[in-house]
């Protein structure tokens, strides 16, 4: 028998301790399915991990052999933790080599997040790699934890060793849970992960310098370029830069590595920061 939204919704909420548990979807119907966030106490939802539950959602309508090459979001509203959230999977295209989703992102309130996402068979070709990358930082064993988030792990590079309008840091997915049967774990992770760094590097070249507390901030929209699988649970360096700030909007952009330097994926983001008034 199909569940309503409704109906899911009036359950008592599940267990949310670990990656695979946010990962873990339970279809309502075709192409529907419902996923749940922790319960943190915070204020909204946090992005990255709609981006990686919209993703999880496109995959499984997509053939295995079929991976994730670029996302484009657009976060329309906050998400409330305390809701489940209905992923509406629109399957735009079913090729040999190609394939794409688009997926809504709802609760109560009406869409928070609409997601685009490419997917593409592995091709046998060669390697190249066009930017040369400086990994003279400090390894993730030597920075301090933020203790943002229990999902994952986010160890930034002192400021003092970055250039202005730069955020660096090792993330990582510290608690994975069983990932075994989820397709591409690797890029599901990045995605996770991947909404955590923009917004510092906007925040950081802000003339005023104040702390998170001064500003009213919330990502707009977020992209991603994935260009190999990684470990989901190998640390990851993030390096964004300020591209724009104008008009209480900036825009980021940057690259992640492992920590061999091999290039993983390509990010950039705009987001909304406000000053707050005393």
């Known amino acids: 028998m ?31 399915y419902l996923g749940h966030s922790p319960q943190l106490g915070r204020q909204r939802v946090y992005g990255g991990q709609v981006v990686a539950q919209a993703l999880m959602a496109a995959q499984l309508t997509n ?22 959230i209905v992923f509406d999977v629109d399957r735009i295209r079913d090729g040999r080599s190609f394939s794409t989703r688009r997926v809504v992102a709802r609760q109560a309130g009406g869409a928070i997040f609409n997601l685009s996402a490419s997917y593409h068979r592995a091709e046998p070709d060669v390697e190249i790699d066009g930017m040369a ?10 920075c301090v934890d933020d203790d943002w988030d229990r999902v994952s792990e986010v160890r930034e590079i002192p400021s003092e060793l970055l250039d202005a309008g730069q955020t660096v840091a090792w993330v990582k997915i510290a608690r994975p849970g069983d990932l075994s049967s989820v397709t591409d774990p690797g890029s599901l992770a990045m995605a996770y992960c991947s909404d955590h ?23 707009l929209d977020h992209s991603v370029w994935f260009h190999r699988q990684p470990n989901p649970e190998e640390w990851l360096l993030y390096d964004m830069r300020l591209q724009s700030l104008r008009g209480s909007r900036g825009v980021a952009h940057g690259t992640v590595h492992t920590a061999a330097g091999k290039l993983i994926a390509t990010v950039a983001q705009e987001g909304l920061l406000r000053p707050r008034k005393s």
């Open 133 to 142: 990358v400086n990994l003279d930082v400090p390894p993730p064993e030597e």
């Open 197 to 219: 760094i923009p917004m510092g590097a906007i925040r950081s070249a802000h003339p005023s310098k104040g702390a998170w507390d001064d500003f009213m901030g919330a990502s």
């Open 2 to 32: 199909t569940t309503t939204p409704n109906q899911a919704a009036e359950r008592p909420l599940p267990a949310t301790d670990t990656f695979s548990d946010l990962l873990c979807l339970e279809e309502l119907a075709a192409d529907l």
């Open 63 to 84: 053939d295995a052999d079929h991976l994730v090459h670029s996302l484009h979001g657009y976060f329309i509203r906050a998400g409330d933790e305390s809701k489940p």
